[in-house]
């Protein structure tokens, strides 16, 4: 099976022209991981960038629309690029720390649940291992789980 290739960056001071938002979110000392309705899997919250809208809006917005989290922090950590199959995009890397989860709103997403470990059955599971580790690699302070 092909592996994807991911590189990692400094955050650019460009706004415009990335391609998806991935944010690794701790809530309550443990990481958040959501469903998505159509799929039995999990995935960290995050999602498309649209026409116009800032990456860091998005990585906002999504997290509210996907977790239902009203009160965090939000740092960018790395921009990334992913090249898998021919294909290229252009995104950003985030860790939130969420103080409080709202109701899930009306979205794509069923289920939201916290993990003590990774979970079993991955939506992206040949890139977001690996973005959690990178992660954990950039903020020591963060190893107490998974």
């Known amino acids: 099976m092909q592996q994807p290739l991911i590189s990692y960056y400094p955050i ?71 090249e898998f199959k021919g294909k290229l995009s252009w995104n950003r890397l985030f860790l939130a720390h969420i103080e409080t989860l709202g109701p899930l709103p009306e979205s794509e997403i069923k289920e939201v649940k916290l993990f003590d470990h990774l979970p079993s059955t ?14 954990k690699e950039q903020t020591p302070s963060n190893n107490q789980t998974l």
């Open 12 to 82: 650019s001071h460009k706004e415009l022209g990335y391609n998806y938002v991935v944010i690794a979110a701790k809530h309550q000392n443990r990481w958040l991981w959501v469903r998505h309705r159509d799929r039995d899997t999990w995935e960290m919250p995050g999602g498309h960038v649209e026409p116009n809208e800032t990456v860091n809006n998005a990585a906002s917005r999504e997290l509210f629309e996907e977790t239902g989290a009203i009160a965090y922090t939000l740092a960018p950590i790395a921009d990334f690029a992913v």
């Open 122 to 135: 991955l939506t992206y599971s040949l890139i977001q291992p690996q973005l959690l580790s990178y992660i």
